[in-house]
């Protein structure tokens, strides 16, 4: 149980140093999955794949950006994102003085 707290803690540390990797690779990964599952439709014009394809990246990148936001709506309600800030100018202000 603790494992999972662990590996969940870290993913979403991660997520939130990376939000915007993340959101493009949701978004490549839905526009490919699409264009994989459309092509697969043999009564489907080339065209409308396409059109599908971007139409489920669009709403899996707008789901993604909904995740992040939320993300950092927790990090700031729970003061974990100003630590951060804190910890990130404390590092620097060292680093300009030596």
């Known amino acids: 149980m603790a494992d999972a707290k662990n590996k969940s803690e870290s993913v979403r540390e991660w997520i939130v140093e990376h939000k915007l990797r993340?959101?493009?690779c949701l978004?490549?990964?839905g526009l490919a999955g699409s264009i994989a599952?459309?092509?697969s439709q043999p009564n489907m014009k080339?065209?409308?794949k396409?059109?599908?394809a971007r139409l489920h990246a669009q709403a899996l990148?707008?789901?993604a950006l909904a995740g992040a936001a939320a993300v950092?709506?927790?990090d700031h309600k729970s003061?974990?994102?100003a630590e951060r800030v804190a910890n990130f100018l404390n590092t620097e202000g060292h680093a300009r003085k030596d």
Do not use: D, F, Q, R
């Open 72 to 74: 950092e709506y927790y």
């Open 22 to 24: 993340t959101v493009g």
């Open 61 to 63: 990148t707008l789901a």
């Open 37 to 39: 599952y459309n092509w």
């Open 27 to 29: 978004w490549l990964s």
């Open 79 to 81: 003061g974990a994102k």
């Open 50 to 52: 396409i059109i599908h």
């Open 46 to 48: 080339t065209s409308v």
